[in-house]
DNA sequence: ACGACACTTCGGCCCGCGCCGAAACGTCGC
DNA sequence: GCGACGTTTCGGCGCGGGCCGAAGTGTCGT
């Protein structure tokens, strides 16, 4: 169990935690905007950064003068989001831009490289009802099919999988399937990020899109 | 993310981590049984279990004189195996007594309340064998006849769920089913406790009964 | 009623570590 | 080459928290 309290250990700080929390959104961010994301010094979070690589939570691509860091894998998501699932909404976020934030989130954010919040939702009852995935979301061999016209070509990786969601408390589709229906729901400007946040939204396109694929919104 | 460093922080300290540990075995503890476990003062341990339950991972059950803790649930186990698995195998232990302890756990050990390690393995995939389970674990519908059979009845709890192993890196059978299957090996005597750990071992009869029911070891 | 025992509370010690600023290093653009 | 900028290293500060022992509370057996 020693093992245990090291990979905790790297979480139990706010500081890296918050990093953690910004690289779900799946992109790579630069040493500096994560201490300005985190409010710490410089110094601060590149101590961090470096303990986080080396415990494996993340990786670093260095380019010139930048050191981006993301995420390790999906495999770190998932953690992430298990524990903070087991965590549970905690109070209610202070302030009204804070709490509109929230919301935003609520409604629809991307979980490293697919959808999740109410959209997550959403996607999921939908591909339901298609028959695409079961109930316990293994994708149905019509549902290969399906999804192979959009686009999606099996790989190594897990085809589908179950994350559970923090807000929700129900569970979602990850795994490649649902990263790789994420990646064309953007292509396609069906979803854009609301700034620079994780949290995302459906545009008209987007609903008329879902529609014609026969998912509801 | 505030709510991830939180729980990450009560696993954070390796006595604590050791307090979870030993629970994982799915039964109750006194406070001085763990403060012997984990090789802390009474206060020390005390302490550090009023923190556990009032972080949810425990649940306490005052009775005379004994203050006995256990895990709170289920997904507390899953949670812990996970951030286990995660970290991964680390280096080999030392001495030859931790070394062979070490590995009868990995040939065989509850994990909660369900089978793990390799002995885990077997029971997974003879019950893809017998078409018992998916190959991503979900009970077929000839499978919960199978399961009924053996006295399994469907509960609110979540039938079957994968739980990732950390010696094996491969899921196994969690949830109800998991659970069920694990009781009635006890029940008949087919795995026994190696003294007072985790680890089990299918006995002769165990051996014989597994066979009869179609399943390889 | 008494002692034994399980557990808790409190005070105090001390180590780990998160923080910063200053300074050094490396890269880029001019 | 030079300055600007992103990043890292280092020293030092201060707080949080894990540890223990001593003393106190409650429960059990006799």
């Known amino acids: 169990m020693e093992a245990l309290a090291q990979v905790a250990a790297l979480l139990a700080d706010r500081t890296r935690a918050a990093i953690c929390g910004a690289l779900l959104d799946g992109r790579a961010w630069t040493a500096t905007e994560l201490a ?4 710490v010094a410089p ?6 950064l470096t303990r986080l690589i080396d415990g494996g939570l993340l ?3 260095r380019q010139g003068r930048h050191r981006y860091v993301a995420l390790a894998g999906p495999h770190v998501a998932e953690l992430l989001e298990a524990m903070t699932s087991f965590a549970g909404p ?5 302030g009204l831009r804070a709490a509109s934030a929230s919301e935003a989130m609520a409604r629809g954010r991307t979980c490293y490289d697919h959808l999740a ?3 997550g939702i959403a ?8 028959g ?3 109930a316990d979301l293994t994708i149905t061999p019509s549902g290969l099919v399906w999804l192979k016209e959009l686009g999606f070509e099996p790989s190594k990786r897990q085809v589908s999988r179950a994350c559970l969601d923090w807000t929700e408390r129900v569970p979602h589709l990850a795994g490649a399937a649902g990263a790789h229906l994420c990646e064309v729901f953007f292509e396609r400007g069906w979803i854009k990020r609301i700034g620079t946040t994780r949290a995302v939204v459906l545009t008209p396109a987007g609903e008329q899109g879902w529609r014609e694929l026969g998912l509801t919104t």
């Open 123 to 130: 996607l999921k009852s939908g591909l339901l009802d298609l």
């Open 59 to 61: 990786v670093e691509h």
């Open 117 to 119: 919040g109410k959209l």
């Open 36 to 39: 300005a994301h985190a409010r």
């Open 43 to 48: 110094s601060t979070a590149s101590e961090h």
């Open 90 to 94: 905690g109070p209610k976020p202070r």
């Open 132 to 134: 695409v995935v079961t």
